[in-house]
């Protein structure tokens, strides 16, 4: 029986991929900020364990209670809706301190182990957004793309010990609180919008609201994409996640 460990459980992609290995008999280790065993299944084979994936303390704890695994997902991220011209640097180097340096500690905290045993998969969530470039999420972009690069780079470096890595790129998501969650970012930190862009984002956000009934991505195309990636050794390094993420990867230069 293997292990998985995935990062960001506590709701949406990651909440629906632990689901998803557990009922296919796999032990998995869920990491959340704020544990909660009551959002999964009980099972002997999950362990839920707290993890923040800006705190190298934290990190630290996790990667000695975990101890070995098969399988890291690389699913905690941050998002963000802002004008750039409003975003404090603050809020840009929060943003990749989560969805780029979280990956890259946490990755680095469980390489002895898959080097070690010369076998492992990593996987990294990233975004669509990287296909297609959207307005109001250029901060984002720019982590994933960031992320992208970097996972691209380490596949071909952990070759060498036999140690896989993949990744997934999911598109829209209204069914998990990836908008709210941008958006109370935006709120939450500083974030400005100047008069001048005003009713540019109006047009946005009302664009965005009547986007509901075009294609989007489920938790479950990410949760089978993980799936594939980890199971399948000879998946693409990229694998797009739901119909408009297909649609998106097929169509970018």
């Known amino acids: 029986m293997k292990t998985i460990l995935i990062t960001g459980c506590s709701s949406g992609f990651g909440l629906d991929t632990a689901r998803y290995f557990l009922e296919r008999g796999w032990k998995v280790i869920a990491t ?5 065993e009551d959002v999964l299944p009980r099972s002997e084979h999950l362990r839920v364990l707290p993890l923040d994936v800006t705190d190298p303390k934290s990190i630290h704890a996790l990667a000695e209670a975990a101890g070995p695994i098969d399988v890291l997902v690389n699913n905690a991220g941050v998002g963000l809706m802002s004008v750039f011209e409003g975003t404090p640097m603050e809020t840009v180097r929060n943003t990749f301190e989560t969805n780029v340096f979280g990956v890259m500690s946490v990755t680095q905290a469980f390489l002895p182990g898959f080097r070690q045993r010369k076998a492992g998969v990593i996987v990294n969530v990233s975004s669509g957004t ?3 470039p959207l307005p109001l999420l250029s901060v984002y ?3 994933k793309a960031a992320l992208n690069a970097f996972t691209e780079s380490l596949a071909l470096e952990l070759q060498a010990v036999n140690v896989r890595v993949s990744l997934v790129i999911p598109g829209r998501s209204p069914e998990t609180p990836f ?3 941008a958006q109370a970012r935006m709120r939450d930190q500083g ?12 047009g946005i956000f009302e664009r965005r609201t009547a986007q509901q009934s075009e294609p989007f991505t489920r938790s479950l195309d990410v949760a089978e994409a993980i799936w594939r990636a ?5 998946a693409p390094l990229r694998l797009p996640a739901g119909a408009d993420a297909v649609e998106m990867a097929r169509t970018s230069p």
């Open 32 to 36: 959340m900020r704020t544990p909660r």
């Open 130 to 132: 990287t296909f297609k």
């Open 141 to 143: 972009t720019a982590s």
């Open 179 to 181: 908008g709210q969650n």
């Open 191 to 202: 974030v400005t919008v100047p008069e001048s862009y005003a009713d540019f984002v109006r």
């Open 230 to 234: 980890v199971t399948d050794p000879s």
